[in-house]
């Protein structure tokens, strides 16, 4: 396994509409795409993440993966399994939605406040081929959102309505701190 560098926002992979993954390719435990999915695993764990978008390591392909174990860093979160999306699509957005701090590894330093639907649907594939459907809510709803967002050239400045809620991390922790944070 390997880790690979961050796209920075800037870079317009990060920008663009990623391709959706060739099912076939999965088949093959050995396949190139089975390695860069390691890789973005050992990617996540190195940078601290929550979740990575393979565009954020400069793939414009349609895989998410997503991890959240508690810690003492951002106590109170459910945790979230190893998870790998290929091709993941959200079909259902509540309408009901709640405002959370966010940060991402591509916007390091910035954390922001970001509405988000607190309850979606997401149709995907496992890394296996085969099909997912996922309904969630709360914490897991937020990381999919904006891991998903990603494979749409969005990042989530983008989904911010009060732009006067986008903070350094240094200020964050001096105003903001109480606040939980989403650092996906
Ligand atoms: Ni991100």
Redesign the pocket.
């Known amino acids: 396994m390997a880790s690979l560098e961050i796209a920075r926002l800037g870079n317009p992979l990060l920008r663009q509409l990623s391709e959706p993954v060739d099912l076939n390719c999965l088949a093959d435990p050995n396949s190139e795409i089975q390695t860069f999915i390691e890789d973005m695993v050992e990617t996540m764990k190195v940078e601290g993440g929550v979740g990575l978008a393979a565009p954020?390591v400069s793939r414009s392909i349609q895989i998410v993966i997503l991890e959240y174990e508690d810690n003492e860093r951002y106590p109170g979160h459910p945790e979230i399994p190893l998870t790998v999306l290929i091709n993941p699509v959200i079909t259902h957005y509540s309408e009901e939605t709640a405002e959370g701090w966010e940060s991402?590894?591509?916007l390091i330093d910035f954390r922001g406040l970001v509405p988000r639907s607190t309850k979606v649907v997401v149709e995907a594939y496992d890394r296996q081929g085969d099909q997912l459907h996922i309904e969630a809510e709360g914490f897991m709803a937020v990381v999919l959102q904006?891991?998903i967002d990603?494979l749409n050239g969005k990042?989530?400045i983008d989904r911010m309505t009060d732009m006067t809620k986008l903070s350094y991390l240094k200020e964050f922790d001096k105003y903001w701190a109480e606040e939980k944070v989403v650092d996906?």
């Open positions: 954020q991402c590894l591509s904006h891991e990603h990042v989530f996906v």
